[in-house]
DNA sequence: CTGAAAGCGCTTACAG
DNA sequence: CTGAAAGCGCTTACAG
């Protein structure tokens, strides 16, 4: 079972090839202290020459930082938790920290296994990654490492986490709407039991009744996050409200399911009616047969920032609350002409 | 600088609270040596009224191993690689290994860097996991530890890499199209460039050699891995060879293009004309309006062979070369009736 | 400027 | 059955 590695170059070798001593070598590799310019250059030539690697376990086990974070999420087979996971790994790669990722798969047991796993491991942070944007339970306490929460926010306020501004990203795309002049704008989203499906109606809606607009229908018209849902909500919206002139839809997999029956319909988008979708969900939204307006998360950025407070909160510079990244409106042509690619 | 723990509970306050070296401490908790049953009790307790856990960074010192894998990436961002990360994260998670991910995003000297890294810090073990399923330079010459290549081949035969069988997965399609009756079949699919279209082609063309059948056309459609190419192509095939009565798609997006084109021709799916995609990407598989039978690549399961083997390599058991994994037919309502859900 | 010593938290022969 | 000692690979006061 002792798996010791074979090519093992200590700093004992590199001491003993540059005719110092292992405190000397440490001190010349590292830049510290005072160490003659002559001796400096032979010990780093030692080193370059054995490719000496520092053993990182041996460092952590002195400074009492690992330089390596946990990274736990919900759900790593989504859509969401990659672009996140990404953004975070390269901040996080950039301040030469190391990510031990663990996929809970939603289950608490594991949760709680993996935790344990990654404080013995030495982590010296935690950013626990949610699976959709709702409030979840907090499970700051008993961790002694800095922890930040990422798209789906803390239940516990004294617990920072960073989230995607749904109500902000549906203003923007209502705003837009509102601008090229349409008048009847319908919403057709996802379960209501989503708060991204609630924020994104309501920043519509506030958007609406800024401009002294109805929506069409009155309420938003919740149901599921699928295409399917897309297809049988815009049929039944032509049905009852033939005159409606865009719909902002709650995900671009929606849209893509809206644009097919408008197609059926004979509606031409933009023409008779503009539709925007959300998430930028590029295989939806940039290939489909009319390249579709959406409201990108910047879910990346938001990994990125996260991994900034947690490495703030680790040099002691410590957050809490929540803090909601804007989104970005992408043109394309299902609300306008061809924007120059 | 130095972040010490806050609760750093060790075995030196364990040994204490119990009243024991922390020799026979560690002995007690690792139930190893004879420790008298009492002794091992009041060790055991004392460690849970602690919450003590044991500094893996000491322990990997020790032991030279550190119960740790890198899983290096060329590029997150892709469909294929989170699947594939998820079954070698789960595979080793229940090997008790963890996991520090690195995304290379197909940086050469990121690439470098990270592999210096991991070094660093003492992993067990490497998975290289590719972007696509096309021969790369092999990383493993001067890495001291295990090495296994997943879904990219390494050009080195010394290696060993686990692949998804294109072709094979290509000859299930088409023999249960050849099955079905099918005796015009045609084959869009991506860029020739990829290995995984010419495999594909090659499957498909194998079976239909076997019976006796031609490929419509002629030769395959070579072109992109998008819907967009599914579209034209489907149309330019419809106006040279009205009379295909299947299509093999290289991809799900593509074949999601086809059925659109089918469905402006105004022919049926599948009663005209059956069709079969590969990815088994469900948003376009399960949901598009004829659900898609497809071929399924299995990547989770490649990745947990990837690291059931990387696991194997670490005992002393270690392989060489090429393991193809079969892929599955998914049958959906595009080549038959619908299956029950 | 250099090196011997102590120590990070743990495990493992080795005495007793 | 138990514990003192040595050691994993490194860093950091502390003498010299």
Redesign the interface.
């Known amino acids: 079972?002792?798996?010791?590695?074979?090519?093992?170059v200590t700093l004992t070798d590199v001491a003993r090839r540059a005719g110092v001593s292992v405190a000397t070598a440490s001190k010349a590799l590292n830049a510290r202290d005072d160490v003659a310019a002559d001796t400096r250059h032979r010990v780093q030539q030692a080193a370059e020459e054995l490719a000496f690697?520092?053993?990182?376990?041996?460092r952590?086990?002195i400074?009492?930082?690992?330089r390596?974070v946990g990274?736990l999420t919900d759900e790593?087979?989504g859509r969401f938790a990659?672009?996140v996971?990404?953004g975070a790994?390269?901040a996080l790669?950039n301040g030469q920290m190391?990510?031990?990722?663990?996929?809970t798969?939603g289950d608490t047991f594991r949760r709680r296994h993996?935790i344990?796993?990654?404080?013995?491991?030495?982590v010296?942070g935690l950013l626990i990654v949610g699976d959709k944007n709702d409030m979840r339970p907090s499970l700051t306490e008993?961790i002694?490492?800095p922890v930040v929460y990422v798209y789906g926010e803390s239940d516990d306020p004294d617990d920072l986490s960073i989230l995607a501004d749904d109500e902000g990203g549906a203003r923007l795309a209502a705003e837009h709407l509102v601008a090229l002049g349409r008048r009847r704008v319908a919403h057709i989203t996802g379960e209501e039991g989503y708060r991204a499906a609630r924020d994104r109606a309501a920043g519509l809606g506030a958007v609406l009744g800024e401009a002294g607009l109805p929506l069409v229908g009155g309420v938003p018209m919740y149901g599921a996050w699928?295409?399917?849902w897309g297809?049988h909500a815009a049929s039944m919206l032509l049905s009852a409200h033939p005159d409606v002139d865009a719909i902002l839809c709650g995900s671009d997999?929606i849209a893509s399911g809206v644009m097919?029956t408008l197609w059926d319909f004979g509606r031409r988008v933009p023409e008779d009616v503009a539709v925007v979708g959300y998430d930028n969900w590029e295989?939806f939204a940039a290939?489909?047969?009319t390249p579709l307006t959406t409201v990108d998360l910047n879910l990346e950025q938001l990994g990125a920032i996260a991994a900034e407070h947690l490495i703030a909160a680790?040099d002691g510079d410590r957050r809490t609350g929540v803090i909601r990244h804007p989104g970005r409106l992408v043109l394309r042509e299902s609300t306008g002409p061809r924007t120059s690619a």
């Open positions: 079972m002792a798996r010791r590695r074979s090519s093992a690697q520092p053993n990182a376990l041996a952590g086990l400074s009492g930082t690992s390596t990274l790593l087979a990659m672009p996971l990404l790994e390269n790669g190391s990510v031990l990722l663990c996929d798969r993996y344990r796993t990654l404080l013995s491991r030495q010296d008993g002694p490492v699928s295409q399917r297809r997999q097919e295989i290939e489909c047969r680790l």
